[in-house]
């Protein structure tokens, strides 16, 4: 029989569930051993199998993002409104329009063109070589050429370059932080025996691709490559599917249909009226143009941009950058920010929090250790108070063994920590640190037992070689070294062990005693007895310290705060109680429980829906978590720095990732980064994000009612049968030119008092809400009608139409100017707001009547206008009836203020 006669196929393997399975099974499923593969076979299974890297999104070409700027409502009607102009050979308006939309097009198209990387940034986690047995020699192979029942060696310091079922393992200990959430080292056993549901972090017997190898050796076969690994599946979430849109594109896409449809409507009655009437068609032609360009807020992508933009600006000085424009107000609008534990709302530096050790004192047995992560800060206390000269001396002598019966290295540099090694080993070394002792004081290392997950504890010994003596040095787990021990107070410690572990801990015993030098030259671990036991030691990755007031405060601010990990489910609790986000162990759902309830959707929803803490949760369950929370109503907001917190990110209506320590994968995932790991900083965001959200409205407050006032100014001149109030170019100069610059300052406006002390708005609220259609209704009748009786006043006193139609134009863009500064607030009085606040608007509304006035006088321009300069009392009249748009809302936000007050 040929070797391959029997290889295996994707769909052969499919039924495997490679955790359960012994070594030996795997072998047999892969048809392969343990000297590996023939190059023959190898080539074989890689056409079948395909190359081992990862699933990729297509890219989006930049002449397709350009092209897709034009399929809005308003584009169509711009677009039908150049083709009208060039049919009745107005070649300046069609040509002043199609300007406009190319404009519209290129803001539009910079603004999407992101660098689609988030499935590709995956890569970067599956090492480029690999050492495999071919022909049953070691090869050093490109990783993308291995294949299911490739025989792979892994050494220290390796990233896993495939998932990989573990035959033979010496001293080996796996970073699975970035796939899974766990803080702490994983400890592996390749003769584990593991049920089928075993979480994704307690499947001893594999390797994952994208993980690293802290200590030890390994060899192992590959089971699963490119998107039959873990992290292939994360690639696929990636891959497929469009992200949903932010809350703020998607109201604007809705508001863009509304006006698109109530534009063709409006613009098809009046049509067929002025057909009825007898009007020409070149005429009736020339009003539709007129009216689109009228309803249309064309100014209002530009202004929308630069009001994220500004937000984008300050969420940079609070450390959040923005990778999609939307998201600045996405943030703004979150119920729910949906957060990761390790590296986000913890240090991810396991820090020793927690000393137990034997005392005949009554309630001093528990000694608390300050400080968090890596620096040496913090300072020992029992209840609160500094430790007495007995309970230095107990914690020093921990401390001591601990950092002597050590491999890590640490070491501050120019205020910055130079680290290296396990993270166990490298908490011990900062609690001497604290304490204030430094490794090199002790005696010469004579012999050690280095740490083995099999045997569960290390030893040092120390002392002078020859004197027929040393000091063993200990530490592991407390089931461990407590038999090596002498005293009753072993039974204590390991019911203390216990009560530290259910409280999310792990938990280490620290022993010490003199033994024959021949033990230490030997390394015998089963000769290690009579030791003196010197406590307990409980270790965490703690919180924070800033994290606890930012999630206070984000529950004043009415957002909700879900702690979702990999992590066990003991620590997780530990940390939620810390964060005041969980009290009780029945407030924690396991992945477990979430994969009994998935294939009842209702069932699935509701644990979701109750659980402030799920723990054990695999990168896939996240995202169905996330999707489950957004069915419920919420906006969510998801935090994550690692591989299995990328496809929730991209899931999300508002991801966000950690910029110092988070991957690639979860950055190309995220819409916002914090470049300060903090979360604190994401109440920041949601500040601007709120701040943001209301500038948006003022600007489209601004331009929908100025859009109204020339509508209903066109409606009532055309029912009065006078001739066309303005032509086409000028409302395009009063909507772009002279408002283009007012939308654009009125961005610039700080946020009103008491934005984070106001809820969320609702999911589903629209941007038309209540009070903003009645005021576009009251300021933009109003400007159109008082426009509509100056105009037909003008042509009463027997001016030219090219007279009439300059003063009204002067009077549109003055009532643009008040009703700029009515727009800075929905309901604080003009004056109520101090004009320091926003310089920016001051200048532009005193630049945008520079401008119209030097139009005036420009030839050229002002032939393409139509327009003249006019004099002192024409002047006057026109700013008179301009500053009572200002008297009118100023009534209006009275009446609203004094309904609202009963």
């Known amino acids: 029989m040929s070797e391959s006669s029997n290889s295996p196929t994707p769909e052969s393997l499919a039924p495997y569930v490679w955790h359960t399975l012994t070594g030996e099974d795997a072998l047999r499923a892969l048809a392969c051993t343990t000297a590996g593969l023939s190059e023959a076979e190898a080539a074989e299974r890689r056409a079948v199998f395909g190359a081992n890297v990862l699933p990729r999104r297509k890219h989006t070409s930049v002449f397709a993002i350009y092209l897709r700027q034009f399929k809005n409502p308003l584009v169509y009607l711009l677009l039908a409104a150049t083709a009208v102009s060039l049919g009745v050979g107005d070649m300046t308006d069609a040509l002043f329009i199609f300007l406009v939309l190319q404009a519209n097009a290129a803001i539009g198209a910079y603004q999407e063109w992101q660098a689609e990387t988030n499935a590709e940034s995956l890569d970067l986690l599956v090492q480029k070589f690999a050492v495999a047995l071919r022909d049953s020699l070691p090869r050093q192979l490109d990783a993308a050429d291995l294949v299911p029942g490739d025989i792979v060696r892994l050494g220290s310091g390796a990233m896993v370059p495939a998932d990989v079922r573990l035959l033979e393992m010496q001293e080996l200990s796996i970073d699975e932080s970035l796939l899974t959430g766990e803080s702490l080292p994983v400890e592996k056993d390749s003769a584990a025996v593991l049920a089928v549901d075993a979480p994704l972090g307690d499947r001893r017997t594999m390797l994952y691709a994208g993980t690293t190898v802290l200590s030890g050796r390994a060899t192992g076969v590959v089971a699963g490559t490119g998107r039959e690994t873990e992290i292939g599946r994360i690639a696929e979430a990636l891959a497929t599917g469009p992200a949903p849109p932010a809350p703020l594109v998607a109201r604007l896409a809705r508001l863009g249909r509304v006006i698109g449809v109530a534009t063709m409507v409006l613009i098809g009655l009046i049509a067929a009226v002025q057909i009825v009437q007898g009007v020409p068609v070149g005429t009736v032609f020339l009003v539709a143009v007129a009216l689109a360009v009228a309803a249309i807020p064309e100014g209002l992508p530009v202004a929308i941009t630069v009001a994220l933009g500004i937000a984008t600006n300050r969420m940079a000085r609070r450390n959040v950058i923005v990778r999609a424009l939307p998201a600045v107000e996405g943030l703004g609008a979150c119920t729910l920010i949906a957060s990761d534990k390790t590296g986000t709302l913890t240090c991810n530096e396991l820090t020793i929090r927690r000393v137990w050790f034997d005392t005949t004192s009554e309630g001093r047995s528990i000694i608390d250790v300050g400080g968090e992560g890596y620096i040496p800060t913090g300072r020992a206390t029992v209840d609160g108070h500094d430790l007495r000269p007995d309970e230095q001396a107990t914690l020093h002598a921990l401390a001591v063994s601990g950092a002597v019966c050590n491999e890590a290295s640490w070491r501050m540099v120019a205020g910055e920590v130079e680290h290296f090694g396990d993270t166990v080993d490298v908490a011990f070394l900062v609690l001497a640190a604290k304490l204030g002792f430094e490794p090199a004081e002790a005696s010469p290392r004579i012999g050690i037992i280095p740490y083995e997950p099999q045997r569960r504890f290390g030893a040092t010994f120390t002392g002078t070689p020859g004197s027929g003596l040393a000091t063993a040095h200990v530490k592991g787990a407390a089931e461990v070294v407590l038999p090596m021990c002498t005293g009753s107070e072993t039974a204590r410690a390991l019911a203390q062990a216990d009560a530290m572990a259910d409280a999310g801990f792990r938990v280490l015993a620290v022993a010490a005693g003199e033994v024959a030098e021949t033990i230490a030259h030997g390394a015998h671990p089963n000769a290690l007895k ?139 995932a995220a819409d916002l980064i914090l470049t300060d790991d903090n979360f604190a900083s994401i109440v920041g965001g949601v500040e601007e994000g709120r701040v943001a959200y209301a500038n948006v409205r003022k600007v489209i407050y601004l331009l929908i009612a100025t859009g109204l006032g020339e ?192």
């Open 530 to 668: 009579n030791l003196r036991l010197l406590g307990l030691v409980g270790l965490i990755d703690p919180v924070r310290p800033e994290v606890p007031a930012a999630i206070a405060t984000c529950r004043a601010a009415g957002i909700e705060v879900r702690m979702i990990t990999g992590d066990h489910p003991n620590t997780a609790l530990a940390i939620a109680r810390e964060l005041g986000i969980a009290s009780a162990p029945d407030q924690v759902v396991t992945g477990s429980q979430l994969a009994a309830a998935s294939d009842d959707p209702a069932a699935f929803e509701r644990l979701v829906a109750a659980a402030p803490v799920l723990a054990r949760v695999e990168p896939i369950q996240k995202l169905s978590v996330v999707q489950a929370l957004q069915r419920a109503g919420h906006v969510v907001a998801v935090t994550g720095d690692g591989v299995n917190d990328a496809p929730a990110l991209a899931a999300a209506d508002i991801g966000v990732a950690m910029g110092r320590d988070g991957t690639d994968a979860a950055r190309g």
């Open 711 to 902: 509508i209903v100014l066109f409606i009532l001149a055309i029912a009065a049968q006078l001739p066309l109030p303005l032509f086409a170019v000028q409302l395009l100069w009063l909507n772009l030119v002279t408002n283009g610059i007012q939308d654009v300052a009125l961005a610039f406006e700080k946020g009103e008092p008491g934005v984070l002390g106001q809820p969320p708005r609702r999911p589903h609220e629209r941007l038309f809400d209540r009070r903003m259609i009645t005021q576009i209704l009251v300021a933009g009748t109003y400007m159109g009608t008082a426009g509509f009786v100056f105009y037909a006043w003008a042509l009463a006193q027997g001016m030219p139409q090219e007279t009439a139609r300059n003063l009204l134009l002067l009077l549109m863009v003055l009532f643009e100017n008040v009703h700029a500064l009515d727009a800075r607030s929905e309901r604080r009085s003009v004056f109520r707001v101090p004009f320091a606040a926003n310089p920016f608007l001051i200048v532009a509304i005193l630049g945008a009547q520079a401008m119209h006035i030097g139009a005036m006088y420009l030839p050229g321009l002002r032939d393409v206008l139509d327009i003249q300069p006019v004099g002192i009392v024409a002047w006057l009249s026109v700013l008179a009836v301009a500053a009572s748009l200002l008297v009118v809302m100023e009534a209006f936000k009275g009446l609203a203020a004094c309904r609202q007050s009963r």
